[in-house]
């Protein structure tokens, strides 16, 4: 019986190849670095990410920030495939990059083939 899909396919932020299209917890990469006992910060991770095409650098203005530029991380239509951009509790103006935990042990393989 169950109930029908009221979500619709826009709002729901499952992983590439989820077979209920359900969504899935996410997390900062600081924590799943730190969960799964990585050794490394994240803004290490997040240039290694750089070089796999998963995350980039965008930009805004800011009164504040030097040369007026604020840079931030983003993740790319690859990166989606690991985990969804959050609007970042520090500014609405950026994106924050979260990773879907059920993705994290895949995206660690991709690390490891950056040199």
């Known amino acids: 019986v169950g109930l029908p899909n009221l979500a619709p396919q826009y709002a729901i932020d499952a992983p590439a190849g989820a077979l209920?299209?359900?969504s899935r917890p996410t997390l900062a990469l600081s924590a799943l670095l730190k969960q799964h006992g990585i050794r490394m910060t994240a803004n290490q991770a997040y240039q290694q990410l750089a070089k796999l095409g998963v995350v980039?650098?965008?930009e805004r203005y800011s009164r504040s920030a030097i040369n007026g530029i604020?840079?931030?991380?983003?993740?790319?239509?690859?990166g989606c495939m690991f985990g969804k951009n959050i609007t970042s509790p520090a500014n609405p103006r950026?994106?924050?990059p979260h990773f879907?935990?059920?993705?994290?042990?895949?995206l660690l393989k991709l690390l490891d083939t950056v040199h």
Do not use: N
């Open 20 to 22: 209920d299209g359900s």
């Open 56 to 58: 980039e650098h965008r």
């Open 70 to 78: 604020k840079k931030f991380w983003s993740l790319t239509a690859k």
């Open 94 to 96: 950026e994106t924050q």
């Open 100 to 106: 879907f935990e059920s993705k994290f042990p895949e």
